[in-house]
T-cell receptor
Framework: DGGITQSPKYLFRKEGQNVTLSCEQN?????MYWYRQDPGQGLRLIYY???????QKGDIAEGYSVSREKKESFPLTVTSAQKNPTAFYLC????????????FGPGTRLTVT | DAKTTQPNSMESNEEEPVHLPCNHS???????IHWYRQLPSQGPEYVIH???SNVNNRMASLAIAEDRKSSTLILHRATLRDAAVYYC?????????????FGDGTTLTVKP
């Protein structure tokens, strides 16, 4: 069953702690993305990776870090430097071919208190 | 990145057609027009995409203006399950995926 897995669905952390969100895909897609969504807002791009061992900053990368050591995995670390980390985080991939359709995971809702 | 503009919100009655507009006046010749929708507390899902010609699939139709500066997503008979946020984005052909940004989309409310 192909798809994108994000775990956990809900995550709670204390302020000042780093936290890593998991994103795994078995679609064999090269490109992977992380987005943040605040209540009532659209998606904002944090980081993206077009190939293993390479990634680029999106529009709101400050306070976040990523790695791309394997094609299947693109973990996102929310560091203590991120001022407002509470949000809904979405991982996505893009397939190959003419359409470059984007596939999204179910999301992780992070709450930091 | 070429940008899209959509109305913040729209309303429709159940079982009536819905036309969701999108403006993309800076679209380039190799940009595909993609539409996605997001149900509450879920990740967005692909709806439809097109380049120049109108497109139909089981979910919706996409009407693209002749000059490609605007497009309209058409839901032929809205149901309560179509209530969602609809995003119109542009994706370049023949690039290695690249940066993919979404705006705020249009929140569609369907009234019974």
């Amino acid at each position: 069953d192909g798809g994108i897995t994000q775990s956990p669905k809900y995550l709670f952390r204390k302020e000042g702690q780093n936290v890593t969100l998991s994103c795994e895909q078995n679609l064999n897609h090269d490109a992977m993305y992380w987005y943040r969504q605040d209540p009532g807002q659209g998606l904002r791009l944090i980081y993206y990776s077009q190939i293993v061992n390479d990634f680029q900053k999106g529009d709101i990368a400050e306070g976040y870090s990523v790695s791309r050591e394997k094609k299947e995995s693109f973990p996102l670390t929310v560091t203590s430097a991120q001022k407002n980390p509470t949000a809904f985080y979405l991982c996505a991939t893009v397939g190959s071919g003419y359409s470059y359709e984007q596939y999204f995971g179910p999301g992780t809702r992070l709450t930091v208190t | 990145d070429a940008k899209t503009t959509q109305p913040n919100s729209m309303e429709s009655n159940e079982e009536e057609p819905v036309h969701l507009p999108c403006n993309h006046s800076t679209i380039s010749g190799t940009d595909y027009i993609h539409w996605y929708r997001q149900l509450p507390s879920q990740g967005p899902e692909y709806v439809i995409h097109g380049l120049t010609s109108n497109v139909n699939n089981r979910m919706a139709s996409l009407a693209i203006a002749e000059d490609r500066k605007s497009s309209t997503l058409i839901l032929h008979r809205a149901t309560l399950r179509d209530a969602a946020v609809y995003y119109c984005i542009l994706r370049a052909l023949y690039t290695n995926a690249g940066k993919s940004t979404f705006g705020d989309g249009t929140t569609l409310t369907v009234k019974p």
